[in-house]
Structure formats: structure tokens, C-alpha cells
């Protein structure tokens, strides 16, 4: 993700129903299984960086951590926490 000077990132976490992925091309499933663990691992926290995308019709879209997004489904997260860029 690219930050234009002066824009502010900001983070949130949103209900697991509320997001769409930008990409729906097939994913690696050795990428996905890299992504499962790490969240495994993890426990109740969550990683950083966190998916990145933007807000579409009150839904947001994840353009960057598609396979976190899955992972997160997969093991039945009803939350993931997200980032956006907000300014210039």
C-alpha cells in the first residue's frame, strides 16, 4: 500500500459478513495454509500488517490479504481487524 503524504491510515475491526474480496482469482493453497498458521499461532490477537482495501457500499473491500481474510473464515473469526487510507 502506497501512503500519500499527509493521508492518515486508519484501522478498524469489521464483522467477518461485511467484506468482499477485490480479487476472486483461485489462491495457493500453500499461501492459504502459510496464512492459517500464522493465525493459529496467533491465538486472539491479530497480525500486522492487517488486509488493506476500502469501503464500497458500506462493505468493505480487501484489495492486499486476501488469504488472511479466508484463513480468518476458515477458522470461524466472526471479526478482523482492517486498514484503509483516508485523505489526500
Not at 489462491?27 to 502459510?34: A, K, N, T
Not at 469501503?55 to 484489495?63: G, L, P, S, Y
Request: proline share 5%; charged share 20%.
Amino acid at each position: 500500500m502506497l501512503v500519500p503524504t499527509g493521508a492518515l491510515i486508519l484501522t478498524r475491526y469489521v464483522e467477518i459478513d461485511a467484506v468482499k474480496l477485490a480479487c476472486r482469482e483461485r489462491m495457493s493453497m500453500g499461501d492459504l495454509e502459510v496464512a492459517y498458521r500464522k493465525i493459529v499461532q496467533l491465538g486472539e490477537h491479530e497480525q500486522w500488517p492487517c488486509p488493506v482495501g476500502h469501503w464500497e457500499d458500506n462493505r468493505f473491500v480487501i484489495t492486499d490479504g486476501r488469504h488472511q481474510f479466508v484463513a480468518a473464515l476458515m477458522l470461524g473469526r466472526t471479526h478482523i481487524l482492517v486498514a484503509w487510507i483516508v485523505g489526500p
